[in-house]
T-cell receptor, first 113, second 113 residues
Framework: AQSVTQPDIHITVSEGASLELRCNYS??????LFWYVQSPGQGLQLLLK??????LVQGIKGFEAEFKRSQSSFNLRKPSVHWSDAAEYFC???????????FGKGTRLHILP | DGGITQSPKYLFRKEGQNVTLSCEQN?????MYWYRQDPGQGLRLIYY???????QKGDIAEGYSVSREKKESFPLTVTSAQKNPTAFYLC????????????FGSGTRLTVV
């Protein structure tokens, strides 16, 4: 069965610093991988996705993620964070065939001024 | 603009009452999903439907019911059998296949009073 682990519940970075949020997945074949962002009291917005091809994918708001099959990881990165990036971030994995997508428990990002 | 509309945004329920959360989409998506979100728990799948007049239980279906009479609509009823219904409920939709990822509504916060 698919599963997703986000090891960090909270992450705090200073504005302008670089960011990396970790995500590890468990799935036998090549998964469909997603990163979503959620502002308080809102729904989730898709940041980026990976299915195949180039293992470094670019998303919206200056985010990127790298798929590493050998490490079963799909970490999210941003070179310089802005105060508006403070939110909760969810990594998700899908098997493709049955359309269910499994979510990690999320990482809450705090930004120091 | 196409999207998913969840209503109401806030809902209060007395113990022992059933309440229905609305989810409507005009994206012409085939599949629709209901998730429950609790702090630190991530998103847990309640029910999903891939075609009209058909739906499947997710991981935490007990105490909930759904219907899918129209492609555009997937209402969720929280019954009195759900012992801890206070949560944030998210509706999502997906076109056929997972390539585009979910589109989410803005959520309904249900509180038992």
């Amino acid at each position: 069965a698919q599963s997703v682990t986000q090891p960090d519940i909270h992450i705090t970075v200073s504005e302008g610093a670089s960011l990396e949020l970790r995500c590890n997945y468990s799935y036998g074949a090549t998964p469909y991988l997603f990163w979503y962002v959620q502002s308080p009291g809102q729904g989730l917005q898709l940041l980026l996705k990976y299915f195949s091809g180039d293992t470094l994918v670019q998303g919206i708001k200056g985010f990127e993620a790298e798929f590493k099959r050998s490490q079963s990881s799909f970490n999210l990165r941003k070179p310089s964070v802005h105060w508006s990036d403070a939110a909760e971030y969810f990594c998700a994995v899908g098997a493709g065939r049955d359309d269910k997508i499994i979510f990690g428990k999320g990482t809450r990002l705090h930004i120091l001024p | 603009d196409g999207g998913i509309t969840q209503s109401p945004k806030y809902l209060f329920r007395k113990e022992g009452q059933n309440v229905t959360l609305s989810c409507e989409q005009n994206l012409n998506h085939d599949a629709m999903y209901w998730y429950r979100q609790d702090p630190g728990q991530g998103l847990r799948l309640i029910y999903y439907s891939q075609i009209v007049n058909d739906f499947q239980k997710g991981d935490i279906a007990e105490g909930y019911s759904v219907s899918r009479e129209k492609k555009e609509s997937f209402p969720l009823t929280v019954t009195s059998a759900q012992k801890n219904p206070t949560a944030f409920y998210l509706c999502a939709s997906l076109p056929q296949g997972q390539f585009y990822g979910y589109t989410f509504g803005s959520g309904t916060r249900l509180t038992v009073v």
